[in-house]
């Protein structure tokens, strides 16, 4: 179960790396000499950004919890033996009940019909750490297309209109990082 949530939270930090969100938010933990865990999860500029949320427990020295948001951050600090509950919140309760619907994250959804994978953007919403929802698929723009080694590109602008994809609006899509010749791209998985 606790590989299981380590995995799950990789795949939430994951699905929000974007060239851009990791230079400046990430997840931290560390320890109290309480003893305790301390956990930080940044929330700017993902669906939880106004993420409001409060939860106290407190049974004594071996038996608490403490869970704020506060400046788009996360804030949890616990006993020794609930670093995994407060992952369980986040990733149970947190994202499937208060993550924005309005809040959209770029994804790419690969094309058929070049001789190479071609990926083309669209527009998702979270539904769990790592699934997805095709919310809408742009009208096509050549540059704005993505493929893992620029010397794959061996067709035109014109070629690309050819070129289809089997996801649609409304599609529930796995996500995973690739890497692709201008950097590390959140793409749907087949």
Same mark, same amino acid.
């Given at each position: 179960?606790?590989d299981n949530l380590? &995995?799950?939270?990789?795949?939430w ?17 560390g320890?109290? +000499?309480?003893?305790?865990?301390t956990i ?6 993902? /669906?939880?950004?106004?993420l409001?949320?409060e %939860? ?9 919890l403490?869970?704020k *948001?506060? +400046?788009?951050?996360?804030e949890? /600090?616990?006993?020794p033996?609930?670093?995994t509950?407060v ?11 208060y993550a +924005?619907?309005? #809040? %959209?994250?770029n994804? #790419? ?5 070049? /001789? ?5 953007p &669209?527009?998702?919403?979270m539904l ?12 096509l723009?050549y540059e ?6 620029i010397?794959?590109?061996n ?6 209109? *050819?070129?289809?994809? %089997?996801? /649609? ?5 796995? *996500? ?5 010749? +201008?950097?590390?791209?959140?793409? &749907?998985?087949?």
């Amino acid at each position: 179960m606790q590989d299981n949530l380590l &995995a799950r939270i990789q795949n939430w930090y994951k699905s929000h790396c974007n060239g851009d969100w990791e230079h400046r938010y990430g997840i931290s933990i560390g320890n109290l +000499d309480n003893p305790g865990w301390t956990i930080k999860i940044d929330l700017a500029e993902t /669906s939880l950004e106004n993420l409001k949320f409060e %939860r106290t427990i407190d049974n004594g020295t071996l038996d608490w919890l403490f869970i704020k *948001t506060k +400046d788009n951050v996360l804030e949890a /600090s616990c006993d020794p033996n609930k670093l995994t509950t407060v992952f369980e919140i986040f990733l149970d309760e947190i994202i499937p009940n208060y993550a +924005d619907e309005n #809040f %959209r994250y770029n994804i #790419f959804i690969v094309m058929k019909g070049a /001789s190479a994978n071609v990926w083309r953007p &669209a527009k998702a919403k979270m539904l769990t750490e790592d699934t997805m929802e095709i919310v809408e698929i742009p009208a096509l723009k050549y540059e704005n297309i993505k493929i893992k080694n620029i010397k794959d590109i061996n067709f035109s602008q014109e070629d690309i209109t *050819t070129f289809t994809t %089997r996801y /649609s609006v409304g599609d529930k899509v796995k *996500t995973e990082l690739v890497e692709m010749f +201008d950097g590390v791209t959140l793409v &749907a998985t087949e």
